[in-house]
């Protein structure tokens, strides 16, 4: 099974279930037909970012970023990796964010996360993200938001 897929069907039991230890989730994956190890699925909890939170009459559950009101923006904002971008031009309403080798599907993903108004969508190579602004929206109207989210992208961009 490839990892997108898994990390598809882990959100998904996240989602569904209060599940207080790895080795619960592990459990469920295996129902599912998922055998993985117990180092695998840490990564993959960690690429899904996610944490344990105090849960009334549970204890603590794992949970998913946006699962966590008023958190999850926060975590995107103060996680961003600013030292990885590197320049950012525009061509009417398209920008083109350049980041240090293998760094852009981690910046895509996070200014998806941020929900700006001004951006249609992202796409994400090695090392270009491709920012699709919306057609009534500045270049400057959208480095005004990002910054506002982002201060530290200031010496950056």
Same mark, same amino acid.
Not at 42 to 70: A, E, F, W
Not at 71 to 77: H, I
Not at 117 to 138: Q, R, Y
């Given at each position: 099974? &490839? &990892? $997108?897929?898994?990390?598809?069907?882990?959100?998904?039991?996240?989602?569904t *279930?209060?599940?207080?230890?790895? !080795?619960?989730?592990l459990?469920l994956? *295996?129902?599912?037909?998922?055998?993985?190890?117990?180092?695998?699925?840490?990564?993959d909890?960690?690429?899904? @970012?996610?944490?344990?939170?105090? *849960?009334?009459g549970?204890? $603590?559950? $794992?949970?998913?970023? #946006?699962?966590?009101?008023?958190?999850?923006?926060?975590? $995107?904002?103060? #996680?961003f990796?600013?030292?990885?971008?590197?320049d950012?031009?525009?061509?009417g309403?398209?920008?083109?964010? &350049?980041?240090m080798?293998?760094?852009?599907?981690t910046?895509?993903?996070?200014?998806?996360?941020?929900?700006l108004? !001004?951006?249609?969508?992202?796409?994400?190579? #090695? #090392?270009?993200?491709?920012?699709?602004?919306?057609?009534?929206?500045?270049?400057?109207?959208?480095?005004?938001?990002?910054? !506002? @989210?982002?201060? @530290?992208?200031?010496?950056?961009?």
């Amino acid at each position: 099974m &490839k &990892k $997108y897929n898994r990390l598809h069907i882990i959100r998904e039991l996240l989602l569904t *279930h209060k599940i207080k230890q790895q !080795e619960q989730l592990l459990e469920l994956l *295996h129902e599912k037909g998922i055998h993985v190890t117990q180092a695998t699925l840490s990564r993959d909890l960690s690429t899904l @970012r996610v944490s344990r939170i105090s *849960h009334p009459g549970t204890g $603590y559950i $794992y949970t998913l970023p #946006d699962q966590m009101p008023g958190k999850a923006e926060s975590l $995107y904002t103060e #996680d961003f990796p600013v030292e990885s971008i590197l320049d950012i031009r525009f061509s009417g309403n398209l920008g083109v964010l &350049k980041t240090m080798p293998s760094f852009a599907p981690t910046v895509g993903l996070m200014l998806d996360k941020l929900n700006l108004e !001004e951006v249609t969508g992202t796409v994400a190579g #090695d #090392d270009t993200v491709l920012i699709i602004l919306n057609e009534n929206t500045s270049r400057e109207e959208f480095i005004h938001s990002l910054l !506002e @989210r982002i201060p @530290r992208l200031r010496e950056r961009i």
